[in-house]
């Protein structure tokens, strides 16, 4: 059974920074698609930092570019997002997902089975 756990949400000034860290256990797809998606209260969800390694590919939201990196660590399971120079507006519920074997692309995201439990990301100005 596939599982997403994230960690490292919190509450930081504008300006500040956060790394949050996704765990995925039992997840052993070969072409698959992982990242970060986020949710604000009255808002749609959103994709922020998506990748798929086999195709050596990593997709950003415009508003997130040069601010936050996506990195994986392979031996520990885990997919990183780096989040710099926080602004008020990055402030929602931010979701780690993971798609099945042969990821369409980043952005299909009917394809992304496996979804972790949200962590609170809020930026004060």
């Known amino acids: 059974q596939v599982q997403l756990v994230e960690s490292g949400g919190g509450s930081v000034q504008a300006g500040g920074s956060l790394r949050l860290s996704c765990v995925a256990s039992e997840y052993t797809y070969r072409d698959y698609c992982m990242g970060w998606f986020r949710q604000a209260p009255g808002k749609e969800r959103e994709a922020v930092a998506l990748t798929r390694p086999l195709r050596f590919y990593t997709y950003y939201t415009d508003s997130v570019k040069g601010r936050f990196t996506l990195s994986q660590d392979n031996i520990k399971s885990t997919v990183y997002l780096q989040m710099n120079s926080l602004k008020p507006e990055d402030t929602a519920m931010y979701y780690c997902?993971?798609?099945?074997?042969?990821?369409?692309?980043?952005?299909?995201?009917?394809?992304?089975?496996?979804w972790g439990q949200g962590t609170q990301v809020t930026v004060s100005s």
């Open positions: 997902a993971a798609s099945g074997d042969a990821c369409r692309g980043t952005l299909f995201i009917d394809d992304y089975k496996y």
